[in-house]
């Protein structure tokens, strides 16, 4: 892996004679370089990245899935994302149609974890206005951490009971069966869960988008094409005026960009 930008001395391949192109970063590299924010005089705000994946042509999945257009180093930065982040917040959409598992300890970002306050795994958080889910996956009956879901006030009562019997944490996040993204967020940090990362899908993501509460970008582009009518990152109703985000990073390996863009 190499940095393509912002420059450095590394950048110019002559700088790191034999290799530093085809070298494999380290986790703690990566986790450097995709640090949050350090906090504030007035405490850590929530900020909230997402993690996304796109063909050349703008698919971001492949038969209903993101795995076919990702590749080795596009794993080993979700799972870099994974481990610094306090929540994730997934879509019930997504849930379903990639498997969701719970997040699992990774002995190798332990003693990071410990040091910065977060417990062995990130929380995953579930949007879900219905409660439309099967909560006899393990998501839910086998997490490290108690599993959220994330809906709106007027959830029906008898999934609401279900959940909890399942050992799920139901919070309200909206009115009505929507969730406010922005009450969503705030709800997560009260939480103590500030360090934020999304993996969509599409639809979450245009929420996210159009209620103006994402700060960070991380788009890995994928050499391939694949035609046909797969949704793209971001779905849903357009933006009024579109948010304009700056480059901060940008990393290539056997042709995939994995780029990090920050709310301008």
């Known amino acids: 892996m190499r940095r393509l930008f912002p420059v450095t001395d590394v950048t110019d391949e002559t700088a790191a004679p034999g290799g530093e192109e085809g070298r494999e970063w380290s986790l703690a590299e990566l986790a450097a370089a995709y640090a949050y924010p350090e906090p504030g005089p007035g405490g850590r705000e929530p900020w909230l990245r997402a993690n996304m994946v796109s063909t050349l042509d703008g698919a971001a999945q492949h038969d209903g899935r993101s795995q ?17 982040a306090d929540v994730v917040v997934v879509g019930a959409q997504t849930v379903r149609q ?33 409660l439309d889910l099967d909560f006899s996956l393990p998501l839910f009956t086998s997490p490290l951490m108690p599993t959220l879901l994330l809906t709106g006030a007027g959830a029906a009562p008898d999934r609401v009971a279900a959940a909890e019997r399942a050992g799920a944490r139901v919070i309200t996040a909206g009115e009505g069966g929507a969730v406010d993204p922005a009450r969503a967020v705030r709800a997560l940090a009260d939480l103590g869960h500030t360090r934020l990362l999304t993996e969509g899908g599409p639809r979450l993501l245009g929420q996210l988008v159009a209620a103006g509460v994402l700060d960070e970008l991380c788009l890995t582009v994928s050499p391939m094409l694949t035609a046909g009518d797969a949704q793209r990152i971001a779905g849903g109703p ?22 990090r863009y920050q709310r301008s």
């Open 68 to 84: 076919p257009i990702s590749c080795p180093a596009d794993m080993r930065i979700f799972g870099t994302l994974r481990a610094l």
């Open 98 to 130: 990639e498997g969701y598992r719970p997040a699992r300890a990774r002995a190798e970002f332990a003693a990071a974890r410990e040091a910065a306050g977060q417990g062995p795994a990130p929380v995953i958080a579930v949007v879900t206005a219905g």
């Open 238 to 259: 357009s933006v009024t005026l579109p948010r304009r985000f700056t480059l901060k990073s940008m990393l290539e390996e056997d042709g995939f960009l994995f780029t």
